[in-house]
């Protein structure tokens, strides 16, 4: 049996791996499903819609599974998926999706600190980490080993690229290109992020080549199009130089340079 405590509230149609633990005056709804090993907090409220995985942490205060903040959502059924390993810290808080995705998924192995908020039918790959009180509107996408400092407002529908990094306190309206380091007002593109490329042991070869696509793209006199001509006729087509160009190439709202 799961260990919950006495105070809690677990409605019946929820399941519960066997040794889940759940702390003091949590919530548990209708519908929602944790995996094994997953402990609950105290305070905690889990609305209906809500699946979490193996071995995740959920501290106090936080809330996950509740109605996407959206004038267009009609109620329909939709999810919110954690995935194995995540850590949700106090008072962060996650809705559901709407139909435009049908769910908001955060993915294996995230760290979402204090106070982050992850609106509707938001898509968190593996690794990710959120600071503090980073909010994230509907729609964001993240890819996976991405940071996100804190203090930092996401727009609507903006894609943050995998393995790059956003400094604390500064807004996001454009995508952010993988690999990089973003931060100053305007926001700039200012260098990539070779702390985190060299953690994860990308090849010397591999950021070689991203600093010639850095170059190219964000330090020279060309517009995107004419960059993104030059890297593929100069540089090597190596997978992160690839990543990189299809990304550009299929921004919808621009990109931070």
């Not at 991203?210 to 960059?227: D, G, H, M, P, W």
Request: proline share 4%; hydrophobic share 40%; charged share 20%.
């Amino acid at each position: 049996m799961a260990n919950i405590h006495p105070t809690a509230i677990v409605d019946p149609k929820a399941e519960l791996a066997e040794d889940v633990v759940v702390g003091p005056y949590s919530i548990i709804n209708s519908g929602v499903q944790i995996g094994r090993k997953t402990k609950i907090g105290s305070n905690v409220l889990l609305d209906s819609g809500t699946e979490i995985g193996e071995n995740c942490q959920i501290f106090h205060g936080a809330v996950l599974g509740t109605p996407p903040q959206d004038l267009k959502f009609g109620g329909e059924k939709t999810y919110l998926k954690i995935g194995d390993n995540t850590v949700i810290r106090e008072y962060a808080s996650l809705n559901r999706g709407t139909k435009w995705r049908g769910g908001t998924i955060v993915g294996k192995n995230c760290f979402i600190m204090m106070y982050a908020h992850i609106a509707h039918d938001g898509l968190l790959g593996d690794q990710v980490i959120l600071a503090n009180s980073v909010n994230l509107a509907g729609h964001v996408e993240i890819g996976d080993y991405a940071i996100v400092g804190g203090v930092v407002p996401v727009h609507q529908f903006v894609r943050i690229g995998k393995h790059s990094i956003i400094g604390g306190g500064f807004r996001v309206q454009k995508d952010v290109c993988p690999y990089m380091l973003v931060g100053g007002y305007p926001l700039k593109t200012v260098g990539l992020n070779l702390v985190g490329l060299k953690r994860r042991r990308f090849s010397d070869k591999s950021i070689k080549l991203l600093k010639e696509v850095y170059k190219i793209l964000f330090r020279s006199n060309l517009n995107t199009t004419q960059a993104l001509e030059k890297i593929e006729k100069e540089v090597e087509p190596v997978p992160e130089v690839k990543t990189v160009l299809d990304f550009v190439s299929s921004s919808e709202r621009g990109i931070v340079k």
